[in-house]
Nanobody
Framework: VQLQAYGGGLVQPGGSLRLSCVAS????????MGWFRQTPGKEREFVAA????????TYGNSAKRRFTISTDAAKTTVYLQMTSLNPEDTAVYYC????????????????????WGQGTQVTVSS
Protein backbone atom coordinates (compact mmCIF):
# COMPACT_ATOMS: atom_id res chain seq x y z
CA VAL A 1 0.00 0.00 0.00
CA GLN A 2 1.37 3.36 -0.96
CA LEU A 3 0.11 6.42 0.86
CA GLN A 4 0.38 9.98 -0.37
CA ALA A 5 -0.29 12.77 2.10
CA TYR A 6 -0.72 16.34 0.97
CA GLY A 7 -2.35 19.59 1.96
CA GLY A 8 0.21 20.89 4.42
CA GLY A 9 1.53 24.41 4.38
CA LEU A 10 1.87 27.64 6.29
CA VAL A 11 -1.17 28.89 8.16
CA GLN A 12 -1.69 31.66 10.67
CA PRO A 13 -2.70 30.94 14.26
CA GLY A 14 -6.42 30.40 14.50
CA GLY A 15 -6.59 29.25 10.91
CA SER A 16 -7.69 25.99 9.35
CA LEU A 17 -6.15 23.42 7.08
CA ARG A 18 -7.28 20.16 5.54
CA LEU A 19 -4.88 17.31 4.98
CA SER A 20 -5.61 14.47 2.59
CA CYS A 21 -4.18 10.99 2.36
CA VAL A 22 -4.70 8.92 -0.75
CA ALA A 23 -4.10 5.19 -0.69
CA SER A 24 -3.13 3.24 -3.76
CA UNK A 25 -4.76 -0.07 -2.85
CA UNK A 26 -8.44 -1.05 -2.93
CA UNK A 27 -10.43 -0.36 0.21
CA UNK A 28 -10.72 -4.06 1.00
CA UNK A 29 -7.03 -4.14 1.92
CA UNK A 30 -7.06 -1.36 4.51
CA UNK A 31 -8.99 -1.60 7.73
CA UNK A 32 -7.88 1.42 9.71
CA MET A 33 -6.22 4.70 8.85
CA GLY A 34 -4.66 7.25 11.08
CA TRP A 35 -2.83 10.53 11.32
CA PHE A 36 0.24 11.10 13.44
CA ARG A 37 2.57 14.05 13.75
CA GLN A 38 6.18 14.52 14.68
CA THR A 39 8.50 17.36 15.54
CA PRO A 40 12.31 17.15 15.65
CA GLY A 41 13.60 15.28 18.67
CA LYS A 42 10.18 14.02 19.74
CA GLU A 43 8.32 10.77 19.33
CA ARG A 44 5.57 10.43 16.79
CA GLU A 45 2.32 11.64 18.34
CA PHE A 46 -1.10 10.20 17.65
CA VAL A 47 -3.57 12.69 16.19
CA ALA A 48 -6.63 10.82 14.91
CA ALA A 49 -7.74 7.51 13.45
CA UNK A 50 -10.71 6.02 11.68
CA UNK A 51 -11.85 2.45 11.32
CA UNK A 52 -13.11 2.03 7.77
CA UNK A 53 -15.68 -0.71 8.52
CA UNK A 54 -17.92 1.49 10.62
CA UNK A 55 -16.17 4.88 10.37
CA UNK A 56 -15.56 4.81 14.08
CA UNK A 57 -13.09 7.52 15.10
CA THR A 58 -10.76 8.35 17.92
CA TYR A 59 -8.62 11.40 18.64
CA GLY A 60 -5.54 12.30 20.55
CA ASN A 61 -5.89 14.85 23.32
CA SER A 62 -4.38 17.62 21.23
CA ALA A 63 -6.89 17.04 18.44
CA LYS A 64 -10.12 16.69 20.35
CA ARG A 65 -12.76 19.33 19.51
CA ARG A 66 -10.46 20.91 16.90
CA PHE A 67 -9.68 18.23 14.32
CA THR A 68 -11.97 15.92 12.40
CA ILE A 69 -10.97 12.77 10.56
CA SER A 70 -13.17 11.48 7.79
CA THR A 71 -13.13 9.45 4.62
CA ASP A 72 -14.72 9.74 1.23
CA ALA A 73 -17.51 7.41 0.13
CA ALA A 74 -15.10 5.10 -1.65
CA LYS A 75 -12.81 5.00 1.41
CA THR A 76 -9.76 5.66 -0.73
CA THR A 77 -9.00 9.09 0.71
CA VAL A 78 -8.82 10.05 4.35
CA TYR A 79 -9.02 13.66 5.43
CA LEU A 80 -7.93 15.52 8.51
CA GLN A 81 -9.74 18.80 8.91
CA MET A 82 -7.85 20.98 11.35
CA THR A 83 -9.28 24.13 12.90
CA SER A 84 -8.17 26.62 15.54
CA LEU A 85 -4.57 25.85 14.74
CA ASN A 86 -1.86 27.13 17.04
CA PRO A 87 1.95 27.10 16.83
CA GLU A 88 2.07 23.89 18.90
CA ASP A 89 0.41 22.12 15.96
CA THR A 90 3.49 22.74 13.82
CA ALA A 91 4.84 19.35 12.81
CA VAL A 92 5.23 16.90 9.99
CA TYR A 93 1.94 15.04 9.68
CA TYR A 94 1.98 11.42 8.59
CA CYS A 95 -0.88 9.24 7.47
CA UNK A 96 -0.84 5.52 8.11
CA UNK A 97 -2.82 2.46 7.12
CA UNK A 98 -3.42 -0.74 9.04
CA UNK A 99 -4.53 -4.11 7.70
CA UNK A 100 -6.38 -5.35 10.78
CA UNK A 101 -9.76 -4.26 12.07
CA UNK A 102 -8.38 -3.20 15.43
CA UNK A 103 -10.59 -2.03 18.26
CA UNK A 104 -10.72 1.72 18.60
CA UNK A 105 -8.66 1.69 21.78
CA UNK A 106 -5.44 0.57 20.10
CA UNK A 107 -5.56 2.87 17.09
CA UNK A 108 -3.40 5.42 18.89
CA UNK A 109 -0.44 3.08 18.74
CA UNK A 110 1.96 3.21 15.81
CA UNK A 111 2.16 -0.58 15.94
CA UNK A 112 -1.43 -0.78 14.65
CA UNK A 113 -0.25 0.42 11.23
CA UNK A 114 1.86 -1.32 8.62
CA UNK A 115 2.10 1.40 6.02
CA TRP A 116 3.11 5.04 6.30
CA GLY A 117 3.06 7.99 3.98
CA GLN A 118 5.97 10.35 3.49
CA GLY A 119 4.57 13.17 5.63
CA THR A 120 3.44 16.70 4.94
CA GLN A 121 4.71 19.76 6.79
CA VAL A 122 2.26 21.94 8.67
CA THR A 123 3.58 25.23 9.99
CA VAL A 124 1.44 27.50 12.14
CA SER A 125 2.98 30.91 12.40
CA SER A 126 2.13 34.56 12.05
Amino acid sequence: VQLQAYGGGLVQPGGSLRLSCVASEPTAVKKVMGWFRQTPGKEREFVAAIRLSDRGTTYGNSAKRRFTISTDAAKTTVYLQMTSLNPEDTAVYYCAAGMKNWIIGVLSSTSSYEYWGQGTQVTVSS
